[in-house]
């Protein structure tokens, strides 16, 4: 079932409109036609089924029909990401939207290799944006996850006291002992962040900033993970842990 995003959810007759380029799509590439059934989420606690009921200038009309909860994790997970090279940033927005991070953030590091200006800056995030809304229909999320604003690691560290559990995934710590106590961390309700280093991985210096600002390195295993897979799987042992938690309630 086609899945859309709108700003505001319906109004007093219950109907929802659609502009833009989800109406260029729905009408002239779907070429739905009144009564057929999609989905529609305005970032609130439900998802809307609706029938199309017609097309207006420039928009569709859609009645709602029934409503669902929506499939977001019990717990806020946001990503940093050290810039990586090449078009990795695209597969990392892309996974990380379908494991259920809420923000994405990319950072530049001391060992990146990638040095963005500002028109640059502005048209990756245009693009990483437009990855998160298409990965977000496609796997039900109930809200597009925001990608930027742009971060250096020291501006990152002073955002650190708004969060519950911040995990560093660095490659220097030893043993799973760690990693499994911060997971415990990992519960509904809680704010969390993921730190991930580039290729190049993390500075000294830059670990010993997010520890003195409250941040635990942890272990993803014995092997060394690429930067596009470091997160990810940080992500998948969270998304995991709190599905278990949804489930047993």
Not at 134 to 157: I, N, T, Y
Request: charged fraction near 30%; include cysteine; aromatic fraction near 6%.
């Amino acid at each position: 079932m086609h899945h859309f995003f709108v700003s505001a959810g319906a109004d007093s007759d219950g109907i929802i409109r659609i502009r833009g380029n989800d109406y260029n799509h729905i009408r002239n590439v779907l070429r739905m036609k009144p009564g057929e059934v999609v989905v529609v989420s305005d970032g609130s606690e439900n998802d809307w089924y609706c029938r199309i009921k017609g097309y207006g200038d420039g928009e569709v009309e859609l009645s709602v029909s029934d409503e669902a909860k929506i499939c977001e994790l019990m717990s806020e997970i946001d990503l940093y990401q050290g810039l990586p090279k090449s078009d990795k940033m695209d597969l990392i927005v892309q996974k990380a939207v379908e494991l259920g991070a809420r923000r994405i953030v990319p950072m530049e590091m001391k060992r990146c290799v990638v040095r963005l200006d500002d028109k640059k800056r502005a048209n990756r995030l245009k693009r990483w944006s437009a990855i998160s809304e298409s990965a977000a229909k496609q796997c039900g999320r109930g809200m597009v996850p925001d990608v930027g604003p742009f971060m250096s690691l020291p501006e990152a560290a002073k955002v650190l006291d708004s969060y519950d559990v911040v995990l560093v995934p660095y490659e220097n710590e030893d043993g799973m002992a760690s990693t499994a106590d911060v997971l415990e961390s990992i519960r509904p309700g809680i704010k969390a962040a993921v730190f991930i280093g580039p290729e190049g991985g993390f500075d000294v210096e830059e670990i010993e900033l997010l520890k003195s600002a409250g941040a635990r390195t942890i272990s993803l295993g014995k092997r060394i993970l690429r930067t596009e897979t470091a997160g990810l799987v940080a992500l998948s042992w969270c998304m995991l842990k709190l599905e278990l938690e949804d489930a047993a309630e």
